[in-house]
């Protein structure tokens, strides 16, 4: 995410400078909750990943004894 600086207009009103905070937060806010999002799906499919193998060692496992 990039910084944006705020207009010479924005600085002098602070209803503009608390929307333009307000709209940052926000984005900021969306990007975290994707982050998360895409954070749970990778470990969802690392412990199924996890599972996979393990069930399919243990037949290679038994053979070998």
Do not use: F, I
Not at 9 to 17: A, K, L, S
Not at 22 to 30: A, G, M, S, W
Request: glycine residues 4%.
């Amino acid at each position: 995410m990039q910084s944006v600086p705020l207009s010479n207009n924005q600085e002098g009103n602070p209803d503009c400078r608390d929307d333009a905070l307000q709209t940052r937060t926000n984005e900021v806010t969306d990007a975290l909750r994707r982050t998360t999002q895409t954070m749970q799906t990778e470990l969802e499919r690392s412990v199924l990943s996890v599972q996979m193998l393990g069930q399919s060692s243990v037949p290679s496992l038994l053979r070998l004894q």
